[in-house]
């Protein structure tokens, strides 16, 4: 079994900053791509960021120059460095990755960016 553990959210002002960390820990061979997805209250759930790996990274238009995405393989874990945050920035981050050819979720973490 495999489980995602995110963390590093929290309330941050507008222009502030932001790291997500995401550790992935159990019955690991092999992981492919990482992502984070966000999901804002009454919206869909969105693809925030990918990274692959061999390091190709994937960005919403949104968050470019803003979010950088970032692995540590020997760590199976996957960052989410996050700055100039705006209101709109306001979900719910969850982490995910394939696992050996299986896709895996976290359980979220808040983000909250206030005025």
């Known amino acids: 079994q495999v489980q995602l553990v995110e963390s590093g959210g929290g309330l941050v002002q507008a222009g502030g900053s932001l790291r997500l960390s995401c550790a992935a820990s159990?019955?690991?061979?092999?992981?492919?791509?990482m992502g984070w997805y966000r999901q804002a209250p009454g919206k869909q759930r969105e693809l925030v960021a990918t990274?692959?790996?061999?390091?190709?990274?994937n960005y919403l238009d949104s968050v470019k120059g803003r979010f950088t995405i970032s692995r540590d393989n020997a760590r199976n874990t996957v960052y989410l460095h996050m700055n100039s945050l705006k209101l709109q920035d306001t979900a719910v981050y969850y982490c995910?990755?394939?696992?050996?050819?299986?896709?895996?979720w976290g359980k979220g973490t808040l983000v909250t960016v206030s005025s």
């Open positions: 995910a990755a394939d696992v050996d050819d299986i896709d895996y």
């Open positions: 159990g019955s690991i061979f092999s992981i492919n791509t």
């Open positions: 990274i692959t790996s061999d390091g190709h990274t």
